[in-house]
């Protein structure tokens, strides 16, 4: 069965070792505004949560969150996700963040990602509002 844990910055470096390869790929997605090293230490200043999902055989993913409060409403935002067999724990990940979202105050949770997300995501609910994107500074 698969079980989702917040991991406390103090208990961060037990898990790193099997969760850095899923933080590595999800850096290269942020197109140079981060790297392995910087997720790990925003997870350990504790400006940023720690997720991950397991069972008594693998750590199968791990979600980084963040709380956002805008001025009419507070926000859950995960902002980097990484793993294997994401439909397995999906769900159950999502449940969590939903529960840590309310108990936030938070109103929604959301996140910038690739389009694909939204098929990942759209049985849940999630709706195309824009699209992100980036104009170089020459």
Known sequence: MIKISLILPEYVDSVWGEIEGY???????SYGRYKTEDIKAVILDGSRQLWIAYDDSCVYGAVVTQVFNYPRINALAFHFIGGIEGLKWKTPMLLMLQRFAKDCNCGVIESIGRAGWLKIF??????HKGIFFEIPVE
């Open 23 to 29: 933080m590595e790929k999800a850096a290269e997605h």
């Open 122 to 127: 759209g049985p849940e609910g999630a709706t």
